[in-house]
């Protein structure tokens, strides 16, 4: 299963006017990182990086003058995001914007049973929340201190992180056999559980008095008494009846 962990930064939050100026993503087959990434900063044809945006990303007009525009890297993203299930934070931020410039070339719109929002995962998971990405970071001890602006290659490297986490990738790993190779179809067989006979029998647990006991009581409760036939031996009766 190949999953495309992604992120956008924007101008601003309008997909219909505003315009993705930084792609980011990381491949994964079967919850396992590839090294295979994408990462590109993306020239906003004339559109103006809002103050407020800025302050998030950090990324400026005058950082994107000599960048490629959407329709130079269109190709190239189209090609890695091929196939492949595709995870997002907030999934419908950043689609909204990928679909808004697919549409402005008289490309089809992503279909939305490929993507998958992250945000939502943690929603269910974490119903009181926080479930921001740092938030997410901080409840699995996911080390982000080197994050100072938003970056989307940064972002996605991190989101990768917690969403293996939110689907309990970490764990259905340890299964496996080391053998396995991260990324392939053969991932390994868990290894073999052998059940036997206990070497040594565990020591009893009750005493000759408590069997004593229950013996003189499985006696007062009649013949008929389902105990009778699963309670004490005849030894045991004899011995509390003296």
Known sequence: ??????????????????????????????????????????????????????????????????????????????????????????????????????????????????????????????????????ALCRRYGINNSHRTFHGALLDSQLLAEVYIELVGGRQAALILEAGGQPGGEDFGTPAAVTIGQRPVPLAPRITDAERAAHAKLVEKLGEKSIWQRFGASDEEREAALG
């Open 1 to 134: 299963m190949r999953e495309i962990i992604f992120d956008t930064e924007t101008t601003g939050l309008d997909a219909r006017e505003d315009r993705i100026i930084e792609i980011g993503a990381v491949e994964m087959v079967n919850r396992f990182p590839t090294g295979n990434t994408f990462h590109v900063y993306i020239n906003p044809q004339g559109r103006q990086v809002h103050p407020d945006a800025l302050a998030v990303h950090g990324i400026s007009n005058e950082r994107l003058v000599n960048e490629k525009t959407f329709p130079e890297i269109v190709d190239q993203f189209l090609a890695f995001f091929d196939g492949a299930k595709l995870i997002a934070h907030n999934a419908n931020f950043d689609m909204g914007f990928i679909n808004a410039e697919l549409a402005r070339l008289d490309f089809p719109a992503v279909d939305n049973e490929r993507v998958v929002d992250s945000l939502a995962l943690a929603r269910r998971k974490h119903p009181m929340g926080p479930n921001s990405l740092d």
